[in-house]
């Protein structure tokens, strides 16, 4: 098998609703996805979601970036490459995890396709499904309460729920979902950086009879000593989100027992590979792992739910990112699965996705694809 072209299509996909974190409010899954055909007949597929919040990206700078990446290095190689192709990702595109992940996700979809594996045996196939969790973004505490029944009712049994604008609001709203709507159901929190330490610690204080799960990224994420200090405070565990990037951005963290589980993301991180080398970092500190996400397609979704099944120490997942996306790039009952409460992956070698072209051709994002020309 040999990569004969690679192609970058700039995706944009609109949510039903829009989702308000304590750094931005998001309208649209923004992506970048990449197709690699082989010379027998496969498609390989991977996505790009760069968030210059988390990771620092420019969208169109990663997009001209992988564009030619791919189309310089890709044709005539085989997907079996593993080392060298790692390593010219992480030297040649240092700085745009979301672009080795797009790339590191197809190469990993053909080579299962290669081997007639999906992607998650080749991870090690720990579990055939997770529980799902549901984000809910920050709003009143009305709107918290009924969003998350209606979520119940819907089969969700675990709910994450955003905060990290105002701390008494945020007690609140916990206080009232507990009250309300019962406690035999998960509840995961996500500040998004949005507090001091003193605050978090207030914070974790105050709810420590809430029965909350985690707390993900409560403090900024360059801010470890300060991450350390709301962790050896905290009585709910501390989840290390945008503090954790690439492996070497773990080793800190993990020295100074900076929190008490970490959250990765493919996009993140660099892609499955780097995804995977995290959990078991992570595993051999004593540190669970989840698996989480950006507002990114099925593609995406699939990569990663693909990683959190194959691996023992992802104890939770986090993908909702597709969930309320006003279309879909995967052909139904093909990739990754939603019912009662679990996602769990169709069968299939690599992704097992059947992406449709037709649907990556109408979610097309012409604005990058002319401002990238243009420049
Ligand atoms: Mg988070």
């Known amino acids: 098998m040999r990569i004969r072209s690679a192609e970058v299509f700039p995706v944009r996909i609109p949510k039903r609703t829009a989702f308000r974190v304590a750094y931005a409010t998001r309208t649209a899954c923004l992506s970048l996805v990449l197709r690699l055909a082989t010379d027998d007949g496969h498609a390989g597929w991977g996505e790009a979601v760069p968030v210059k919040e988390v990771t620092g990206e420019d969208r169109a700078e990663v997009y001209r970036a992988l564009s030619q990446w791919v189309a310089l290095n890709l044709p005539g190689r085989d997907p079996f490459d593993r080392e060298g192709l790692r390593q010219a ?5 240092a700085g745009m995890p979301s672009a080795r992940c797009a790339v590191d996700t197809a190469l990993w979809d053909l080579r299962g396709q290669a081997l007639g594996r999906s992607l998650r045996q080749l991870m090690g196939q720990a579990r055939p499904s997770h529980w799902a969790s549901a984000s809910i973004g920050i709003k009143g ?3 918290t309460v009924q969003e998350a029944a209606s979520l119940l009712e819907r089969g969700f049994r675990h709910i994450k729920v955003k905060i990290g604008l105002d701390l008494d609001e945020d007690v609140a709203r ?19 950086q949005g507090y001091t330490p003193a605050q978090a610690m207030e914070l974790t204080t105050r709810l420590a009879g809430e029965q909350v799960e985690f707390i993900e990224q409560p403090v900024p994420a360059a801010d470890l000593d300060g991450l350390a200090q709301v962790t050896r405070h905290s009585p709910i565990p501390i989840c290390a989100d945008e503090a954790v990037k690439d492996p070497a951005s773990l080793i800190p963290i993990l020295e100074r027992r900076a929190a008490h589980m970490i959250n990765v993301k493919l996009q993140k ?15 051999a500190a004593g540190m669970r792992a989840m698996i989480g996400c950006m507002i990114e397609s099925r593609v995406g979704i699939t990569a990663g739910l693909s990683v959190a099944l194959g691996l023992a120490n992802v104890h939770y997942i986090d993908l909702d990112g597709a969930f309320d996306l006003a279309d879909d790039l995967g052909a139904p009952g093909t990739g990754a699965q939603y019912a009662d409460g679990r996602q769990f992956l169709a069968e299939g070698p690599g992704l097992g996705l059947t992406v449709d072209p037709q649907a990556v051709q109408r979610n097309l994002d012409p604005d990058l694809e002319l401002n990238v020309r243009q420049e």
């Open 141 to 143: 505490l009305e709107e």
């Open 269 to 283: 991180c660099g892609g499955p590979s780097a995804a995977a080398l995290l959990v078991r970092m992570a595993e």
């Open 89 to 93: 990702l992480e030297r040649d595109l």
């Open 174 to 192: 916990v206080k009232a979902l507990r009250q309300r709507l019962g406690t035999d159901w998960p509840l995961y929190l996500d500040a998004n």
